[in-house]
């Protein structure tokens, strides 16, 4: 399903701090965008894009290793793989459990990702195949809801303590699933200070995009026992079930 800018509107009611993020992989070099004019992290292409600048960079704008590497473009040099440098950065207490990193890092297929895209929603120029949405918990909340509201599936967050990369762009696009990790966390995206602490970095794959974004324009955002009178409508709910309160 391709989205259009009426389907992804909805997004507009949660008003947002910075825009959320369009991201898109690609084999061939797109010629609808302009490419990155300088080098930095693959972290840091997505707050470049959260400031309102749509680019695509290929493998020579990556300044840090972890990006070409998750996203298939360049394998890792040895004493990362070893550990050797996971153990030297103190991440992990020697080379054997800075190693086992690499056993569960997703990555994406080599051939695949030749490029990478990203845009603000309000300059998008392409179906994105991961939306990234940075938000407060209260707004995390109301996603995470809208992912589960028909499917009644688990809340869960995957991330590692190295190349927190990986898991905003690459698991969503490989697994199919939603992931959402707190800022403050992954040693890169913290060493550069990209993002206020305590936040939630929300990624939302293509194939799960149109379902959420129907479910947001249905459901309630706000749930009764959210509201003033909550305690007295969790009561009346409880006694309509037959069930006595305890409080």
């Known amino acids: 399903m391709i989205l259009t ?13 910075v825009h959320p993020v ?30 309102g600048n749509a680019f695509f960079a290929d493998k020579e704008n990556h300044m840090c290793d972890a990006g070409p590497y998750v996203l298939g473009q360049a394998d890792a040099p040895e004493p990362y793989i070893s550990g050797e440098f996971g153990a030297g950065l103190r991440i992990f207490e020697d080379t054997r459990s800075a190693s086992r990193l690499y056993h569960y890092i ?6 695949v990702a030749n ?14 195949d991961v939306l990234v949405i940075l938000s407060k918990t209260s707004q995390t909340e109301i996603l995470l809801r809208a ?35 707190m800022t403050g966390l992954g040693h890169g995206m913290r060493r550069r200070k990209l993002f206020p602490e305590g936040q939630q970095l929300v990624s939302i794959p293509f194939d799960l995009l149109p379902s959420v974004l129907q ?16 305690p007295e409508f969790v009561k009346r709910l409880l006694l309509k079930l037959g069930i006595t309160p305890t409080q």
């Open 5 to 17: 800018k009426k389907d992804l509107a909805i997004l507009d009611k949660f008003k947002f701090d």
């Open 215 to 230: 479910t947001l324009q249905d459901m309630p955002w706000v749930l009764p026992a959210f509201e003033p009178d909550g």
């Open 22 to 51: 369009g991201v898109k992989f690609l084999t061939r070099r797109p010629d609808s965008i302009e490419r990155l004019g300088e080098n930095m992290a693959l972290c840091e292409m997505l707050k470049r894009a959260q400031e």
């Open 147 to 181: 992912m589960s509201y028909r499917t009644g599936k688990m809340w869960s967050s995957k991330c590692s303590a190295a190349i927190g990369c990986a898991w905003i762009f690459v698991y969503p696009y490989i697994t199919g699933e939603l992931n959402y990790i």
């Open 106 to 111: 997703p990555r994406i297929g080599r051939g």
């Open 115 to 128: 490029y990478v895209a990203f845009s603000p929603l309000s300059k998008l120029p392409f179906d994105p």
